[in-house]
């Protein structure tokens, strides 16, 4: 029983069965996964996927049809007291202030909510908006604010707190890409200091900050995997190769007919080779001695380097292929 108690808190989220119908719809049908802490961990599917419902029910704030989740060690049960909301913080989408505060007087707001030691969490959120870039709009009324420094606001104020646990739901949605930088190389400093789980539909950012990723679709979980290990088993290798004009469409029919080789594609000057599963090895290994051998001259052949997005899209065509996954 004490080994037990002592795996679940070592997760700063454990959930099993999770299953949410409301009155036409199935949102969510017995999810399981589990975030360790000091993780960051990404929450990944298309719209309507389940993600927001089953986030709303982690922070206690609708029920679920049935299923079992633990926050920080402490088991939820809807409409209860739950201490773990004292080191937790949300930030939705489209977070909302009162519109006549000033950005510095919402985040005091926030520090005064939570009761922190006023000289230093005014110190605090001094620092972070400047982190954020707010300074200059530090005194200015939130009403005025873009949607792009609202959500820069919501972020400053999760972090004013130091919380254990952040859940994050599209956190850098309406972000320009240097915003996106900034908040991301934020997220990146938290490992190992904080949990950090949050949704998002830019691939590219879960891919740069998340240790493991969730993987739902249609309200099931598809796949829950490290982001390296889901790279190496779904991304499919591709390689760039160029020969001379004159021989690319010989090239592409002879490449095609490559057992090793998936599809074939022009990319500007070049061809695409894309590998089918588990073949990159011996597609690489073959290819260039197989066009030399017809009299295709070959000038360049390089790897092209796959990404989550691909991966991701892999997961959910095998699933709706009815594939498995897991």
């Known amino acids: 029983m004490a080994e037990e108690r002592n795996k679940i808190n070592t997760y700063a989220l454990e959930v099993k069965g999770l299953t949410k119908h409301f009155a036409n719809h199935r949102a969510l049908q017995e999810v399981d996964f589990t975030v360790q802490q000091g993780n960051i961990h990404g929450f990944l599917g298309p719209n309507g996927a389940g993600k927001t419902t089953a986030i709303k029910i982690i922070l ?152 493991h990723v969730t993987i739902i679709d249609h309200g099931r979980k598809l796949l829950q995997i490290s982001t390296g290990e889901l790279l190496n088993r779904y991304a499919m290798e591709q390689y760039l190769v160029s020969v001379r004009a004159d021989q690319r469409r010989e090239a592409a029919a002879l490449i095609r007919q490559h057992k090793a080789v998936r599809e074939v594609v022009p ?35 390089m790897q092209n380097r796959t990404d989550l997005e691909e991966a991701f899209f892999r997961v959910l065509e095998e699933n709706h292929r009815g594939g498995e996954v897991e």
């Open 267 to 301: 990319h500007l000057d070049k061809l695409l080779i894309i590998s089918e599963p588990g073949e990159a090895v011996a597609m690489a290994e073959q290819m260039i001695p197989l066009l030399i051998s017809r009299g295709i001259v070959v000038t360049e052949f």
């Open 60 to 211: 206690g704030l609708i029920p679920a049809t049935a299923g079992k989740v633990n926050v920080m060690g402490e088991p939820l049960t809807y409409g209860k007291n739950l201490r773990y909301l004292q080191h937790t913080n949300y930030l939705p989408q489209d977070p909302v202030f009162p519109e006549g505060l000033t950005g510095k007087e919402a985040l005091g707001l926030v520090a005064d909510i939570y009761k922190l030691p006023y000289k230093a969490s005014r110190k605090r959120l001094g620092k972070l908006l400047g982190y954020f870039q707010l300074e200059d709009a530090a005194n200015r009324k939130v009403g005025a604010y873009s949607r792009g420094m609202q959500q820069r606001l919501g972020l400053a104020a999760v972090l004013l707190t130091e919380p254990k646990l952040m859940i994050l739901d599209e956190p850098v949605s309406a972000l320009d890409p240097e915003g996106r930088r900034r908040v991301l190389d934020i997220i990146s400093r938290l490992k190992g200091r904080a949990t950090v789980f949050f949704s998002s539909h830019i691939l590219a950012d879960v891919e740069r900050v998340c240790d």
